[in-house]
């Protein structure tokens, strides 16, 4: 048992007792099991997708760093500037 024949293949064997436990099973028809209700998961991407199908861009000037929205109709808008980072003292980019 165990045998490799190449490093995709291998021997496996079944003792001369057991195949004759599995050959004297009752042959009963497969009943198909019933799957779980659907349950809707959240949604991963979630933080990807905008609402108003916008495009998100991000601007990085020296230390500055603007995250931004742009729907091709309007200029862009900042949708965050790090301003709660700055105001906490932390580099947040």
Not at 7 to 24: F, I, M, S, W
Not at 68 to 93: H, L, S, T
Request: aromatic letters at 12%; a negative charge; proline letters at 8%.
């Amino acid at each position: 048992e165990g045998y490799k024949f190449d490093k995709n293949h291998n021997l496996t064997v079944a003792l001369y007792p057991r195949a004759k436990e599995l050959a004297d099973l009752e042959a009963v028809e497969f009943q198909q099991p019933t799957p779980p209700p659907f349950e809707e998961k959240p949604n991963a991407m979630e933080w990807l997708e905008d609402s108003n199908q916008r495009d998100s861009f991000v601007i990085r000037e020296g230390k500055e760093t603007f995250v931004n929205w742009w729907d091709a109709k309007n200029d862009p808008i900042v949708d965050y500037d790090g301003a709660r980072e700055k105001d906490a003292g932390v580099q947040w980019c």
